[in-house]
């Protein structure tokens, strides 16, 4: 195995194609073919399924990526530490749930860094897909919520999955308002005052289980309810429909406007905010130093 084959395996799932990897490197393509071969067969795995249609990266391949780019992640630490001219490419990948606290965090950790050259993800999706992503090594952890009510059927998902989760924070479940809404000025609120708005909530596509629902009481019948698939599309409907959703209460002026209110929501029910990882692989300094900020934002939140 060499530091170039690693790079080359890179390259080759960035650009989607050996053809396209070999035109942007000014590499022959039975060289990059070869170091893949190599690789294969030092490791006795398969990194990549060949057809017809191109390449995909097998189960095993999406494993050995991850370790890949750590490898080549540390290589490049070591360049900038000992005064090579190559500046370090960060690299770092997170599945969440919408919150906006990990977009605020996710902010905190570009500016904590401040490096010349990353390549960062940060993926707002669905709860199936978040453990999905960490399952398959596409994002290096994932952020989502337990409670009483889904925590026993997430938790026998995690395991199935072979994922950990780890506690950030208890959060009261709060309700999002417009400033304007009649409710907004209220101390507290009930599922039957907010009975006569509409209720916006997240869809979850196929995998729609009341157990995979971003919003608590997810039972709770409802006149009125929208499905979204995006943060901005639901406080856009916050803002004109007088909808609500039930959430964690951390809400970001700076990212989500002055307009939108949180009131506490009268109920027993509690959220434990924590993040996912998959103990195959280890966790980068660039995701460590973002488990860092989410904590530094949560404990921000919940002074407020």
């Known amino acids: 195995m060499t530091l170039q084959q690693l790079q080359y395996v890179i390259a080759i799932v960035e650009h989607g194609s050996i053809s396209e990897t070999a035109k942007q490197l000014y590499v022959a393509q039975p060289t990059l073919s070869s170091a893949v071969r190599t690789l294969e067969e030092e490791f006795g795995i398969l990194i990549f399924h060949r057809s017809a249609r191109g390449i995909a990266l097998t189960e095993d391949g999406r494993e050995f990526l991850s370790y890949a780019r750590q490898v080549v992640e540390q290589a490049d630490l070591l360049h900038q530490h000992y005064g090579a001219t190559r500046q370090t490419?960060?690299?770092?990948?997170?599945s969440t749930q919408h919150y906006a606290f990990a977009v605020d965090a996710f902010v905190?950790?570009?500016q904590r860094l401040s490096p010349e050259s990353y390549e960062f993800t940060l993926r707002e999706t669905r709860t199936h897909e978040i453990m999905e992503d960490v399952r398959n090594f596409d994002s290096e952890i994932g952020i989502l919520y337990l409670s009483s009510f889904n925590e026993k059927v997430l938790r026998a998902m995690l395991e199935e999955y072979h994922l950990e989760f780890h506690s950030l924070a208890m959060a009261e479940p709060h309700v999002f308002l417009r400033a304007a809404h009649p409710l907004a000025k209220r101390s507290s609120v009930t599922t039957a005052d907010l009975e006569p708005y509409p209720f916006l909530c997240f869809e979850q596509g196929v995998h729609n289980s009341f157990y995979?629902?971003?919003?608590?009481?997810s039972t709770v019948p409802h006149k009125k309810s929208i499905r979204v698939s995006d943060r901005a599309t639901l406080f856009n409907l916050l803002r004109g429909v007088n909808g609500y959703t039930i959430c964690s209460g951390m809400v970001s002026a700076d990212l989500n406007?002055?307009?939108?209110?949180?009131?506490?929501?009268?109920?027993?029910?509690?959220?434990?905010i924590g993040w996912i990882s998959n103990p195959k692989t280890q966790t980068s300094r660039a995701a460590k130093l973002y488990i860092q900020e989410l904590q530094h934002v949560l404990a921000e939140y919940q002074k407020k």
């Open 89 to 94: 490419r960060q690299r770092c990948s997170i």
């Open 108 to 110: 905190q950790l570009i």
């Open 212 to 217: 995979f629902a971003e919003e608590l009481l």
């Open 257 to 272: 406007g002055g307009d939108i209110v949180s009131v506490p929501l009268d109920t027993a029910e509690r959220m434990e």
